[in-house]
């Protein structure tokens, strides 16, 4: 900006007019004076002799400045440097010195021109020129000429200098009006300052001269001029500028420093737009810096693109290319860029509004374009035809549309082909997205995701691989290596798949699974809890919807049915099964022989013209609730003796049924052993129940017969049985029997009863069939087990594992353990709780209980309104009036109490102390005594009642706080006693 340094040497050049009065080795001073009678105003006048005043003016004057410079051999020479003129000076009415048109002529200190005189560097002119008069001088005013003030000074009226620089261009400067003071240069109207390199232009210009510092009061405009080999740029600012800018630099660009006051917005010539609320040029970084509402924005051939952040940073080219370079650029299709890269901060989103190279939009924290290339190390998410991304380390080239993620990656994809595609890949992606070719032809994108790939599709379908591919022009996906897909109730486990969208919009997606492929189907959320999977094992296999194809051989095992052959197609959603040729069906279903044990039987069949078989979607046995046709020659057997032969087999489970066509022969075996053959072209078995039951009923269970069923923990038998699929509950109405065995086969457990049983099976089909609940509503019921415990009442709650048993009504309960043998009757209940050997642990009996506990050495009876016999504490309560009177050889004793009666038995179940609270009252012989409780020591027969006691022998009465009472030998102490003497003896 060597224009702002030589506006200001202006001054020195246009107040060298001193040198018109000054002659060598002197200096005239001439005094000059106001007008008459005015103490300022007018020109300035010559003070002459008496009343005749002289005003002094100048006419037009040209002054050649000279000013030594050091010549050859270290000479000094007076060289010319300024050439000065205008066409009047005179001092103003203002006390100023005012001179009119003035013109400069800068000239180069060492080159000549083709003249042989000076070079001219630079000129400038103006209308007018003003400069403020230095100090006075004696009592007159008296004006030195040469103390006109060069650091104070305007110019004035079509300010306009044009300045030649080295290399061959020329720096122009147009304003209104310039004032000078000291160093400081102020334009307070419109200013404009250009050169081929950059315009600045502005309104109210502030510029100091020794510290480089800029001011622009409003409407700064900063312009870099496009070349050959750049783009240009502009900045434009209503709020102005406030920087610093090097008057000595050659190209001002590079070493200014500056910020605009916004909003700030830019420019380029080849359509590009930035812009924000304030703006930071930095020179010598070479970076133009927009904060706060931060944009960029640029129409390219087939689309608007646009940046927005907290913060863009430009960085402009470090110099002007070489022609001859291949430079890199910031948009592909300008071959040299106007900036070289650009770095934004802040929830930075890039929008792109048609079809090109960019995505349609793009966030992230900070993010940097350089080379044609956007990058960010933090996270990122992307959108473009409907693709939603998200992922870390961002790698994407706008000319030939790749990107790598190098990150943990999310895609979601929100429209076209893969809409409803969720992918997560911990590796990352790599992504071509090239530009359109118009905007009505989808790009053809293409790619793969890494690193243990998972994903959904918008059907439910999950999958998992270690790497995606998608390859948009052939409408392909590919998931390959350790490869595992669900959908619904399917799985697949393969070593590739392949995913193939139909032609077409509503193109059909097919996906084939590759290599070592399986696929399990599970039950559906509404398919009973014992439901069959089904299961495909083989090397090649194609998804259609719900039909699968596989042309190889081929295994699929549905529950307990298992069919292989060759040339599969499965419908998962009808059930339906076809197998072209070879087929192979075996069915395994654990059922009861004609001995009760339990064996797997089977049904082996052999359909060399394939089978055509559907299975409830939600069948438990594939076999039995299915339904479909062999193709022969077809040949088979059971495990229990059947064979068959038939050019045909129709199969229906449900009816259970078998038809046998063409050349058909069935061979059974009867009850008594003996074969039955039959032969003909048309044959209808039925299949019917023996009396045994396959394993705890699979399906619903109808039988008006004698049925046992049995399992390996409980064995059932009763008539007119029927099982509730849905409730899971089992009912035997006429007389039901229930039996378990241990560990070695013997019986542990059983009852019979009159009434009807029902029974709840446990949730979970695999779980023990004792593990569920029952009950036996009257009129009889009876049980006992292999303890010892025998019971019996009008109805039976059992709960899990025939632990709890509950009687309710009327009932009884006999067990003999050890020397004890106890009976309890009771009105209301009796429940018994068992531990998981089968040992009673609580009996508990409730309404006008009645027990008899005999322990070998002898019989305790008690009455009581409940009882509860804790087997593992070894004590008996007794509540609610309670009476206990226990009989040996040595006599009676009897016990009754308000409240409780508790009764405690050593390991052998031997009586050993009895305890009573509240109105006591034991009777053993003659002797009978009242107290508030008693502790009875059962084997050494003392008995301590204690409380407000009274003594009743043979009609002796007496009173006392405490009792020692022993009853074999009929003796009573007493303590603190009362004598009372019968009145009736």
């Known amino acids: 900006m060597k224009v702002l340094k030589f506006l200001l040497m202006v001054a020195a050049g246009l107040l060298v007019v001193t040198l018109l009065t000054e002659e060598r080795g002197g200096r005239n001073v001439v005094d000059v004076v106001g007008t008459r009678g005015d103490s300022g105003g007018g020109s300035m006048k010559l003070d002459g002799e008496g009343d005749k005043d002289i005003t002094v003016a100048l006419g037009k004057t040209t002054i050649r400045v000279r000013e030594p410079i050091e010549g050859p051999n270290g000479t000094t020479i007076e060289r010319e440097v300024r050439r000065v003129t205008f066409l009047e000076g005179i001092p103003g009415d203002d006390g100023n010195f005012q001179t ?50 060069p650091e104070r000074y305007s110019l004035i009226g079509s300010v306009h200098g044009e300045f030649y620089n080295d290399d061959g261009t020329t720096t122009t400067f147009d304003t209104s009006r310039v004032d000078v003071d000291g160093p400081l240069l102020v334009a307070r109207a419109a200013f404009t300052i250009a050169n081929a390199q950059m315009t600045m232009r502005g309104v109210g210009l502030h510029w100091n001269q020794n510290t480089g510092e800029l001011l622009i009061d409003e409407s700064s405009e900063f312009e870099s001029a496009p070349t050959e080999l750049a783009v240009g740029w502009t900045l434009v600012s209503p709020g102005g500028l406030d920087g610093v800018l090097d008057p000595e630099a050659s190209d001002a660009r590079a070493t200014a420093v500056f910020e605009m006051k916004g ?22 970084a070479r970076t133009i810096t927009f904060q706060d509402n931060a944009f960029f924005e640029r129409d390219l051939e087939n689309e608007h693109m646009r940046l927005d952040a907290a913060q863009v940073i430009a960085k402009l080219p470090e110099r002007e290319p070489d022609p001859a370079e291949n430079v890199p650029a910031l948009q592909t299709d300008v071959a040299v860029p106007s900036i070289d890269r650009l770095d934004a901060r802040g929830d930075v989103t890039i929008v792109s509004s048609t079809l090109d190279a960019l995505p349609s939009w793009l966030w992230a924290p900070t ?20 693709i939603l991304t998200e992922g870390r380390d961002l790698t994407h080239r706008l000319d030939d549309g790749d990107l790598l993620l190098a990150g943990p990656t999310t895609m979601t994809v929100e429209s076209g082909d893969l809409a409803g595609l969720e992918a997560f890949a911990p590796g990352g992606m790599v992504w071509s997205v090239p530009p359109a070719r118009d905007a009505d032809t989808p790009r053809e994108i293409a790619g793969e995701m890494r690193g243990g ?37 399917q799985r697949v486990d393969a070593d590739r798949l392949v995913a193939a969208k139909g032609p077409g919009d509503e193109g059909v997606t097919t996906i084939t699974a590759l290599g070592d492929v399986k696929v399990v189907g599970t039950p559906g959320a509404d398919a009973p809890a014992d439901a069959s999977t089904t299961n495909i094992v083989t090397n090649e296999l194609s998804m259609t919807g719900d039909v699968a194809t596989s042309p190889g051989v081929v295994t699929i095992v549905r529950g307990d049915l298992t069919v292989t052959g060759v040339d599969l197609t499965w419908n998962d959603a009808t059930g339906r099964l076809q197998i072209a040729r070879d087929a192979h069906l075996v069915d395994v279903t654990p059922r009861l022989d004609a001995d009760g044990e339990l064996v797997d039987a089977h049904t082996d069949i052999l359909a060399v013209g394939g089978l055509d078989w559907t299975i409830p979607p939600n069948a438990v046995s594939a076999f039995d609730e299915g339904h479909g046709v062999l193709f022969g020659p077809v040949s088979g057997h059971t495990s229990d003796g059947v064979v068959l032969d038939a050019g045909l087999v129709d199969f229906d489970g449900p009816e259970r049924t078998i038809t046998l066509r063409h050349d058909a022969r069935l061979e059974t075996v009867s009850a008594t052993g003996e074969v039955v053959v039959t032969t003909s072209d048309h044959i209808v078995a039925t299949r019917i129940d ?37 409730a899971r509950v089992l009912t035997i109405a006429i007389d039901p029997e229930i039996e378990t065995r241990d560990t070695s086969g013997s019986i542990d457990f059983w009852l019979r009863g009159k009434g009807t049983l029902t029974w709840t099976l446990p949730a979970d089909p695999d779980a023990p069939f004792m593990e569920g609940r029952g009950r036996i509503a009257g009129p009889e019921v009876v049980g006992g087990t292999n303890d010892g415990l025998t019971f019996g009442g009008t109805a039976l709650e059992m709960g899990p594992g025939l632990r709890d048993l509950d009687l309710i009504g009327p009932g009884w309960v006999q067990q003999r353990v050890n020397l004890r043998d106890d009976r309890v009757d009771a009105r ?14 609580t009996i508990d009996a409730r309404g006008a209980v009645v027990a008899k506990l005999v322990d070998g050495v002898a019989t305790t009876d008690t009455s009581s309104e409940s009882l509860l016999i804790d087997r593992t504490r070894r004590r008996t309560i007794l509540s609610g009036s309670p009476r206990l009177a226990r009989v040996g050889t040595d006599g009676s004793r009897i016990v009754t109490a308000e ?13 050993q102390q009895v305890d009573a609270k509240v109105g006591v009252t034991m009777t053993t012989g003659d002797i009978r005594v009242f107290c508030d409780d008693m502790s009875w020591d059962v084997p050494g027969d003392l008995a301590i009642l204690r409380g407000s006691c009274l003594v009743d022998m043979s009609g002796i009465k007496w009173s006392a706080s405490e009792i020692l009472l022993q009853p074999e030998a009929q003796e009573v102490e007493s303590r603190e006693t009362g004598l009372t003497l019968d009145e009736n003896r």
Request: aromatic share 4%; hydrophobic share 35%.
């Open 100 to 149: 009119t048109e003035p013109f400069v002529e800068m000239l180069d200190r060492e080159r000549d021109g083709d003249d042989g005189l000076p070079l001219v560097i630079g000129t400038i002119r103006s209308d007018r020129a003003s400069f403020m008069m230095g100090d006075a001088v004696g009592g007159n005013v008296q004006v030195d000429l040469s103390a006109v003030s």
């Open 263 to 284: 909003p700030v917005t830019g420019t380029t010539s080849d359509g590009g737009h930035f812009g924000g609320d304030t703006l930071d040029y930095d020179g010598p």
């Open 367 to 386: 993010l940097s374009i350089e080379n044609g290339i956007i990058r960010s190390p933090d996270i990122v998410r992307w959108e473009v035809d409907g």
């Open 453 to 489: 790939v998972t994903g959904s599709l918008a059907d439910g379908t999950t999958f998992a691989g270690k790497v995606l591919r998608v390859d948009g022009p052939s409408r392909i996906v590919t998931l390959e290596e350790n490869v595992v897909v669900e959908k619904n109730t």
């Open 690 to 726: 023996d009396g045994t039951l396959e394993t705890l009923p699979l399906h619903r269970i109808e039988s008006e017969t004698s049925i046992t069923i049995a399992r390996a923990d409980m064995t059932l038998r009763g008539i007119d049985v029927s099982f509730d699929e849905l």
């Open 828 to 841: 209301d209940r009796i429940a018994l709780v068992r531990n998981g050997l089968g040992d009673i642990e």
């Open 899 to 911: 409240r409780d009666i508790i009764a405690e038995t050593n390991f052998a179940d031997e009586l």
